[in-house]
């Protein structure tokens, strides 16, 4: 017999090792599938959890914005200080029909300010989503300008001619059915120069000229509420510098008041005119001519000098960031004229020729009235206002 060599091993102990390694690799290879598919199952429950979160949040701002925007100033007027109001819940439905989700609004007041807190849900599939934003919000009161002269001017006013300035109120006879009371003699002009006015016809100046210290920058920059800033960024009709302009008045058409002309500068004596509701801000952006007969009424915003000469009237409120001046037929303003003058008493204005400038508690009421700078709405506090109250754990 020959002896076994030294190498040489069972073949059930080759076998088993095989066995072996193939169970390894099995494991192994199992690990890895097994781990890719955690991985992404991982992956993708958290694409669906961020998803299903940045529904939640337009849930909630929704929320935030239907209720700001949404509910009149009686509501907020109406709140108690103090006071906590739920609003319920809002079901947002997509245009398939299908429910994203809902919103849950409560409003809280303190004081002049109220939070708004606002919680969006979403509960489509297994993976669900919830945000809760607040809002804090304040009422804007609207706007306001002087109401004690018919001239507010950095600089003074030089008469002459028969032009005329006068503090009289004066309610438009076409303006019987809009609530007008006649609030008698208000002052000429007020101003911060030592003299207000020089007038060659003393008959021609109706009403008290009085230089008023208190006139500043902030008095032709702050109206209430409103900037400047603001108030030409809510311009219906805008012109650059260098405008003139002719023949501004109503436009009708198929018996509507055509907005959309850049000329329509509203009616302001036929009230049954469709555009006798018409009160445009109308903003320029530099210095402006008008000449040439013409009408208007609303709130005229110059960004420079204001040169009238013909037989135009407008009615409302005029602020001019530089200087008045008025001369030939002259134009004719009704309501309220403020004049910046660069803020120099230096560069006074000139009425001349046949013009006008007379006091109208009416026409300013109606230019802010009717520009809507007067309906209280809503608005953020100018800092912090907005925060995500999710992660706080609180309860509303």
Known sequence: MTAPQPNDRPAAARDGFALAGALLALVIVGAIVTGTFYAGSEEGAIGASVLRSDEAMYLAEAGLNNTIDGQPRSYFDGLADGAVDDLGTTVVQLPDGATLGSYTVQVRRQGPLYTVISTGTVGRGPVRGSRTLAQVVRLIAGASFPTGSAITSYAGVDVSGNATLSGQDKIPSEWAGEGCVDEGLKDAVHSKDPTPVSAKKADHVIGAAVTDATIADSTFNKFGDFTWDQLKAMADKTYPTGAHITGEGPVVKNGKCDTSVQSNWGEPYDSSNPCFRYWPIIYVGGDLKISANGRGQGILLV?????????????????????????????????????????????????????????S?????????ESNLAVRHPVPILARSWMDLTASGASF
């Not at 420079?304 to 037989?311: C, E, I, R, S, V």
């Open 303 to 359: 960004d420079g000098d204001l040169d009238l000469t013909g037989g135009a009237d407008f009615l409302g409120i005029v602020i001019v960031r530089g200087s008045f001046f008025s001369s030939g037929n002259g134009g004719h303003i009704i309501g309220h004229l403020m004049a910046y003058n660069g803020g120099s008493i230096d560069s006074d204005n000139t009425a001349t020729g046949n013009s006008l400038v007379q006091y």
């Open 361 to 369: 508690s009416c026409a300013i009421a109606r230019a802010v009235n």
